[in-house]
């Protein structure tokens, strides 16, 4: 079975009284850049192997967005596509919500610079940084939007240029990471479930263990800071590894319970995609079905915030998950932060 009957599934919003007020994930979009970087080519450009990242990672290849191609763009394309199928025009818009660590700039945030790019004159704006985490905070941030009768309709999005803060020479990171973009649109609807929990977490102790130490208030740009490599992105994997597979797994515990479900009434679990072991780690722990896991990290990488967004695009564009069926998703980065969530489709 792999949709829960109506007398199993409990809906934790309902339990707090939110007077008829229900949001609905109406559509989902996503974008990758055109240009392909291979293991292959990494074999050319750092001391590594095809099969070093492929037994490690299960990375064969990931995408990098164009020179003149920025993480705003990026967003704007996987929201056009999540607005398209949802029938909104930009204009219907009420809030834009942009997961990154990798804005545009400083400031503006990237959602202002998306909500001019695609002509959502009357929506709100504002960008969050929970790193890879991002897209399922700001799917509950969006929710709470919805439900507390703020707004109708909210656009959120998990967007990335990660290749403009790795550093290209370091061999430990530079295979992990890809561009791209995931996108949702939330609406307020009658009798909706969407996104039924989410379970969000954070531990600021372990924020050294992934990290960019430059271009903040700390460590302002200088030639020094350019010099000692200080605006590229720095991870100890190993430590990242443990802590991301014991999050990942009480987090999705966590969320299955207050939904009342057994890991077996869902039809599709979507990782992070950060590493084919950490996946299976999870999964295992859960006592997830191999076939119950999404996995696309061969073809984009880590991409960040984006990662979960792309795959739901995916799950859904293939028919891997049809109306009425349950997902649970679960993310891990930097801070360190973590979160899952169960969302009935
Ligand atoms: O999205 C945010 C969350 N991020 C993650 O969840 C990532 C979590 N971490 C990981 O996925 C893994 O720890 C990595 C893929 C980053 C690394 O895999 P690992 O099995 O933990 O390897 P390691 O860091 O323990 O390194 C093992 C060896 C080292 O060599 P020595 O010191 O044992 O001689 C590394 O220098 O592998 C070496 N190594 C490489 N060798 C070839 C590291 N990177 C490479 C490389 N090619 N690209």
């Known amino acids: 079975m792999t949709r829960a009957s109506a007398s199993s599934l409990r809906n934790p919003r309902a339990a707090h009284g939110y007077h008829g007020r229900s949001c609905s994930i109406t559509s989902v979009g996503s974008y990758v850049p055109d240009r392909v970087l291979t293991n292959a080519d990494l074999e050319r450009m750092v001391n590594t192997t ?52 990798t804005p545009d700039m400083l400031f503006p945030s990237t959602a202002c610079l998306v909500q001019q790019k695609l002509g959502a004159r009357r929506a709100a704006a504002f960008d969050i940084e929970a790193a890879c985490s991002g897209f399922i905070y700001a799917l509950e941030i969006g929710q709470q939007f919805i439900t507390s009768r703020t707004y109708d309709t909210v656009l959120v999005i998990g967007a990335e240029k ?126 997830a079905r191999p076939d119950q896991l999404f996995v696309n990290l061969h073809k984009y990488g880590n991409t960040s915030a984006a990662s979960v967004a792309i795959a739901l695009d995916e799950a859904v564009t293939t028919g891997r998950v049809q109306r009425g069926d349950l997902i649970l998703l679960m993310v891990f980065g930097a801070g360190l932060t973590w979160a899952a969530a169960v969302i009935e489709w």
């Open 50 to 101: 095809d099969e070093w990242i492929t037994t490690r990672t299960g990375i064969k290849e990931r995408r990098l967005a164009a020179a003149d191609e920025f993480t705003s763009d990026l967003a704007t394309q996987a929201a056009r596509r999540a607005l398209e199928r949802a029938q909104i025009s930009p204009e219907m818009v009420d809030l834009i919500i942009v997961a990154t660590i």
């Open 162 to 287: 990660l290749s403009s803060i790795v550093d290209w020479s370091d061999r430990n990171t530079c295979v992990l990471f890809g561009d791209g973009a995931g996108a949702a649109v939330l609406q307020n609807r009658p009798n909706a479930h969407g996104l039924l929990t989410a379970c969000m977490g954070a531990d600021g102790s372990k924020g050294g263990l992934l990290y960019m130490p430059g271009g903040g208030s700390r460590v302002p740009a200088t030639a020094d800071s350019v010099n000692a490599r200080l605006h590229y992105l720095r991870m100890e994997g190993r430590e990242t590894f443990k802590n991301a597979v014991n999050a990942m797994y009480t987090a999705a515990r966590e969320s299955l319970r207050r939904c009342n479900l057994e890991i077996g009434q869902i039809k599709c679990v979507i990782p992070h995609q950060a590493n084919q072991r950490i996946i299976e780690s999870v999964g295992e722990r859960l006592g």
